[in-house]
């Protein structure tokens, strides 16, 4: 019987010690884990932070470079990228007796070429009609191709309906107009009048019209026809006065 209450003590003991330290060593594990869970992340917030500011500098250094390559960059270039889908429209004239005559212009062009493109065509309807009467005889006051032309009636019958303002029915008032540019006689261009002293009358008496080449038409005088003749002639050398720009960005139609 004491044998008995022996083992049973002792298992008693056994039992209690059990579950007295065994709440501990869960405590502990828990700890354990506990510990290993902060550290994991600790390290993994460090490794985001190195990725953020790796991130932030790779971005830095890329704006950078934008920054400089724009700044390097010529303006040029950075127009054309900005331009390269533009838009192209169609301006068009229409004018009574006159087919509707349209160019074709970019929004984005510059307005020194649309200028241009318009003085072209001016210049070469003006060209058009002249060469149309080489041949026609003199005729003094005359402005039709039905009966022919003086020499400043050729003139009229070419510009009357190009330019702006009224075209004046002598050379002389041709030669003094307000609304004309004078030219140098190196910088001559097709289109301008060219003006000649020949008997005396005013400053200019004789008008033609430059036509490239160092050469003019010109109406000349009662028994001869329209022709194109050569600036050079020592004839016209000795008379010549000056030039005049009537086809212009402002004055044409």
């Given at each position: 019987m004491a044998r008995i209450t022996k083992i049973s003590i002792t298992l008693c003991?056994?039992?209690?010690?059990?579950?007295?330290?065994?709440?501990?060593?869960?405590?502990?594990?828990?700890?354990?884990?506990?510990?290993?869970?902060?550290s994991h992340l600790a390290k993994t917030t460090e490794r985001k932070k190195k990725t953020t500011s790796k991130n932030e500098k790779k971005k830095t250094t890329t704006h950078k470079k934008q920054l400089t390559a724009s700044k390097t960059t010529p303006k040029s270039s950075r127009k054309v990228s900005r331009t390269a889908s533009t838009l192209v429209t169609q301006k068009?004239?229409?004018?009574?007796?006159?087919?509707?005559?349209?160019?074709?212009?970019?929004k984005t062009a510059k307005l020194s070429e649309v200028h241009k493109v318009r003085v072209q065509k001016a210049q070469k309807t003006a060209m058009n009609k002249l060469m149309g009467q080489i041949g026609k005889p003199y005729h003094w006051g005359g402005t039709s191709p039905r009966t022919g032309f003086d020499c400043s009636g050729l003139v009229y019958y070419a510009y009357k309906d190009l330019v702006k303002f009224r075209i004046p029915r002598t050379a002389n008032e041709m030669y003094h107009l307000r609304d004309a540019a004078s030219v140098e006689r190196g910088a001559l261009e097709s289109g301008d009048l060219v003006f000649f002293r020949t008997q005396g009358r005013g400053t200019a008496d004789h008008v033609g019209v430059y036509v490239g080449n160092g050469k003019f038409i010109q109406s000349p005088r009662s028994g001869q026809d329209i022709q194109i003749t050569s600036l050079s002639e020592d004839y016209w050398v000795r008379h010549y006065v000056g030039a005049r720009r009537v086809m212009t960005p402002k004055t044409i139609r």
């Open positions: 003991a056994l039992l209690f010690t059990t579950l007295a330290f065994t709440p501990a060593a869960n405590a502990s594990e828990q700890a354990r884990h506990s510990a290993v869970q902060k068009c004239t229409a004018r009574k007796g006159y087919k509707k005559s349209c160019v074709n212009v970019s």
